[in-house]
């Protein structure tokens, strides 16, 4: 059974620029969920979607935005980069009936570098 | 004040010891407690997961929740090299299942 797919693994960008990040749940999986990973901060919650609708929304500039497409694949879009938006983004994928356990699946994660 | 503290290490220690990973938060409404392992260059995998206080043991992990000290524990019988990894606890309240609040982590190694 294939894992959580995250494209691209590593990006470069610079100020000012926007970048779409992807993630592929696992098979069967409706619920994803977005993380920003940064030595500083460490790992914060995004957002979550389930079934193309935004469930929860961390607390975050209205510059990252995310969406779900009806195969439960998932794109996070951030606009007008700043160099702290480097960071290790996270996707994470779930059954909904894991949600109790808080079993989330997270793939390898997308390294954005911004210049 | 972050929600969830955790010491970021480094913590090193000889194979065969017994660690001791820890988080303390604020938030009374934190309801699941769960402890997230990272090896590097890859995502976090679920470790063990306990509801409300008490402990729960998994072969050499064992999981500790004090809910009225708002602190928990991570135990690691006979460490392995493999056991080396960034340890994350995370928790979460009743609703927001995927809204969880992550510690810092704490970089562990295991010296042969």
């Known amino acids: 059974k294939a894992g959580v797919t995250q494209t691209p693994r590593y990006l470069i960008k610079t100020r000012g620029q926007q970048v779409t990040l992807s993630c592929s749940p696992i098979?069967?999986?409706?619920?994803v969920s977005w993380y920003q990973q940064t030595p500083g901060q460490g790992l914060q919650f995004l957002f979550e979607y389930f079934s193309e609708t935004q469930r929860n929304k961390g607390n975050f500039p209205g510059r990252f935005s995310g969406r779900q497409f009806s195969n439960s694949r998932s794109e996070m879009n951030v606009s007008t980069l700043e160099l702290g938006d480097s960071a290790l983004y996270l996707c994470a994928s779930s059954l909904e009936a894991s949600l109790r356990t808080g079993e989330l699946f997270f793939g390898e994660g997308s390294r954005l570098t911004v210049l | 004040q972050k929600e969830v503290e955790q010491d970021p290490g480094p913590l090193s220690v000889p194979e065969g010891a017994i660690v001791s990973l820890n988080c303390t938060y604020s938030n009374s409404a934190f309801q699941y407690f769960m402890w997230y392992r990272q090896y590097s260059r890859k995502g976090p995998e679920l470790l063990m997961y306990t509801y409300s206080s008490g402990n729960k043991e998994d072969g050499r992990f064992t999981a500790q929740v004090d809910k009225s000290s708002k602190y928990i524990s991570l135990f690691i019988r006979d460490s392995q090299p493999s056991d080396s990894a960034t340890y994350l606890c995370?928790?979460?309240?009743?609703?927001?299942?995927?809204?969880?609040?992550f510690g810092q982590g704490t970089r562990l190694t295991i010296n042969p």
């Open positions: 995370a928790m979460r309240g009743s609703q927001g299942a995927q809204k969880l609040v």
């Open positions: 098979s069967g999986h409706r619920s």
